[in-house]
């Protein structure tokens, strides 16, 4: 656990056109095949919503691409360079950051704990290295610096989890993963349990994610809040990618035909894909 | 930009609530305080309180592990039995066995933490939850405390087994040197639990072990240490019980497995883990220790002691229910 890392600098963007990218990755489960040859790609400062109907095979993919699940062929690129991730810890040593839709705080714990969760940081020299002590005070600062930076009023960070709202716990899920983060930050469904106002609040803090400048691919089910924030769609389907969609050009009712099929990509102006 | 700005008004209300549960214990413990003072002229005094901290010593103790792990989600049935076990080993190595008292000592200690590893073993490898898991145990180190000792006490043993239970004076007070040991080790647990990483984990497993996995906190690992470093916890609290009875006894500890577990609930810590703090736990032994004692003092009957530590327990865990329920 790296508690020297600064978590607020992103590392020098490459050169690469795509921060993340998957070719032709391929899962079987027995005979059901979850990944088909499935590609993916993310550029630099982009959102990028992932969809696609039940059993399309999307979960399988942000599987793979976090870290959750090991594709059997295929190859994942980061930065330009090949990877793969052996667990999610792993891909998260990588600067990959997930947002679970259940809200993967400790609700007992406070903000500041929850923020630096498995990454707390400890006294200097042997009082933190040895008796791995904490420095209350640092993480404190630190949580207060963070959450201020994704404007998110919140009046103490020594504030049990429990006592936010939804979309608070939520905002303090994500500001753990703006944090950290230093290439990605996947978010799965994390409005899906959400109000209305509490789920704006959320699109509000993942633009905020992008704006600093850290690319976001968004997997939801939810149309509007995707055509909200999502500045390309990839529209999953069939274990592969079946279309890029360009959100401002084609309407969100073609887009749920892509999804199930009911229209064909080669049947869409081609001003309504995005390159 | 959306600012939000009233949704923390339900907040501080349930921030107030968690409170109740160790507010409630506290409350019964002051009651009962001035209750016997006023019943009984021998209650309030120094002696009669140090007396009370020694008879819940060891208990008190042993609850530190319990402690712990409950705060992971666990629970150890094992804990008195593993307990008489280590000071039936001290008691016989430094007897029977001719080895040196400190040697004994530590093979006592060393055999309580091969238990609690044990258990660990059986919990993260095997995947019994920890309830069957120490249950089990209990059976099994019941009957090996039993062929071990040939159901005999063991005596004369050499005074270092002993000298916990020796004291020393404040004022007017003797105070044993094991009472000094438990208040010490309450405060390092405390310190841990509180102030390092590993201790803030513990929570983290026992409130959201799905959160912790994902951040990282290897629980398997942390299960093991958590057992075994309370398997060293039963170890010293076996020296206590050999300092306070003077002898090796296979029959020890058969209360203590539940007892334990009334202290860490009385002292506001969830059994479902996560939530709680130790110095809660020794808050909820010394209101065991006062009513036992306050009881006898008054004369009543000790089946009316049990009866009134049963009421105690539910009354607590209702308490935390409710606080819980409402938050």
């Known amino acids: ?275 | 930009m959306t600012q939000p700005t009233v949704s923390t008004a339900a907040g501080p209300r349930r921030f107030q609530l968690p409170s109740l549960s160790t507010l409630g214990p506290l409350i019964a413990l002051l009651i009962a305080l001035i209750v016997f003072s006023v019943q009984s002229p021998r209650f309030f005094s120094g002696t009669n309180f140090s007396l009370i901290l020694q008879q819940i010593s060891y208990t008190a103790v042993l609850a530190i592990g319990q402690t712990l792990i409950i705060l992971i989600a666990g629970i150890d049935l094992s804990i008195g039995i593993v307990m008489a076990l280590g000071g039936l080993v001290m008691a016989k190595l430094a007897t029977e066995n001719g080895v040196p008292a400190v040697l004994a000592i530590l093979g006592g200690f060393l055999t309580t933490m091969v238990f609690g590893f044990l258990n660990a073993q059986i919990i993260t490898r095997l995947r019994v939850p920890p309830f069957i898991a120490t249950l089990g145990m209990l059976g099994i180190v019941t009957a090996l405390n039993q062929t071990y000792s040939g159901s005999q006490t063991i005596n004369n043993l050499p005074p270092l087994l002993t000298a916990l239970g020796n004291t020393f004076k404040i004022g007017s007070t003797a105070i044993t040197y094991g009472t000094v040991v438990m208040l010490l080790l309450y405060l390092i647990a405390w310190f841990v639990l509180s102030e390092t990483a590993p201790g803030r984990h513990l929570y983290a497993v026992g409130n959201n072990p799905e959160a912790a996995r994902l951040s990282g906190i290897p629980i398997d690992r942390l299960t093991v240490i958590v057992y075994t470093t309370a398997g060293l916890i039963y170890g010293i609290a076996a020296l206590l019980l050999v300092a306070r009875t003077g002898v090796g006894d296979p029959n020890a500890g058969q209360t203590d497995n539940l007892d334990s577990i009334t202290a860490v609930v009385l002292g506001g810590t969830s059994l479902f883990g996560g939530r709680g703090n130790v110095m809660g736990t020794l808050l909820g032994a010394v209101i065991v220790g006062v009513f036992r004692n306050g009881l006898q003092l008054i004369g009543i009957p000790s089946v009316f002691q049990s009866l009134i530590t049963g009421i105690l327990i539910i009354a607590a865990v209702a308490l935390d229910q409710i606080s819980r329920r409402k938050a």
Do not use: C, W
Request: charged share 20%; aromatic share 4%; net charge positive.
């Open chain 1, 1 to 275: 656990m790296t508690a020297t890392q600064n978590p607020s600098a992103p590392a020098p963007r490459p050169a690469a056109p795509f921060v993340m990218e998957a070719r032709n990755l391929v899962k079987k489960y027995g005979s059901v095949i979850a990944m088909n040859g499935a590609d993916f790609e993310l550029r630099p400062g982009e959102i990028m919503a992932v969809i696609g109907d039940n059993g399309a095979g999307k979960s399988s993919l942000i599987k793979a691409l976090s870290g959750a699940t090991i594709p059997d062929s295929g190859e994942i690129f980061l930065d330009g360079q090949p990877i793969s991730f052996k667990s999610p810890i792993d891909a998260r040593k990588n600067g990959i950051e997930t947002v679970y839709q259940d809200l993967a705080v400790a609700p007992a714990m406070t903000i500041a704990e929850n923020l630096f969760l498995g990454r707390e940081i400890l006294k200097p020299g042997p009082l933190g290295r040895l008796f791995r002590l904490l420095d209350k005070k640092k993480m404190h600062d630190e949580a207060v610096r963070h959450m201020q930076g994704l404007q998110f009023a919140i009046k103490s960070m020594k504030q049990p989890v429990e006592t936010l709202s939804g979309g608070q716990r939520q905002g303090v899920a994500v500001a753990r993963s703006a944090a950290f983060a230093r290439h990605v930050v996947i978010m799965d469904e994390p409005t899906a349990a959400l109000g209305v106002r509490e789920g704006n609040m959320v699109l509000d803090l993942i633009r905020q994610v992008r704006d600093s400048g850290l690319p976001v691919i968004l997997i939801s089910h939810n149309m509007p809040h995707v055509f909200e924030v999502a500045d390309r769609i990839h529209v999953h389907r069939m274990g592969k990618r079946a279309a890029l969609l360009n959100p401002k050009v084609i309407s969100m009712a073609d887009t749920v035909s892509v999804m199930t099929g009911a229209l064909r990509p080669d049947e869409l102006s081609p001003d309504m894909l995005a390159h």
